[in-house]
């Protein structure tokens, strides 16, 4: 059974570089195939989803790296109310939504989380 790892990223892409090094690490974790990796973005960092990501702090890591965690991996959307930010722009990989409820769980059936 493949060990899980869960990568929780909340920082805004606008001011920190932080979540794309996030997407960075997740790709590469998740292309040898030796573990399962799950991609969540909350809150502000739901932006790097957006086809604009050109004026994000290493902008090119989401369009380089976001389809590779897809590919080999899974990335996960988790807003609460308050923080779901307005994605005008088509988003670049498929994602899932899921609820607090489905996050907990997630969260319970990790073997290691990181949190960026």
């Known amino acids: 059974m493949k060990r899980s790892v ?7 892409p606008r001011i920190s570089a932080r979540p794309a ?6 790709a590469g974790l998740s292309a040898n195939g030796r573990l399962d990796v799950t991609l969540c973005l909350r809150g502000a960092s739901m932006l790097a989803l957006s086809g ?11 369009t380089r790296y976001l389809p590779v ?8 959307t988790a807003p609460s109310d308050s923080d779901a930010p307005l994605i005008s ?10 609820s607090q409820e ?7 059936s990790s073997d290691r989380i990181l949190r960026f």
């Open 69 to 76: 965690v897809a590919e080999s991996g899974r990335i996960v």
């Open 52 to 62: 604009d990501s050109d004026d994000f702090l290493d902008g090119d890591h989401f």
């Open 102 to 108: 489905e996050l907990a769980h997630l969260v319970a």
């Open 89 to 98: 722009e088509p988003l670049v990989v498929p994602t899932r939504n899921l």
């Open 21 to 26: 090094e996030a997407v960075r690490i997740a």
């Open 6 to 12: 869960l990568i929780i990223v909340t920082g805004d």
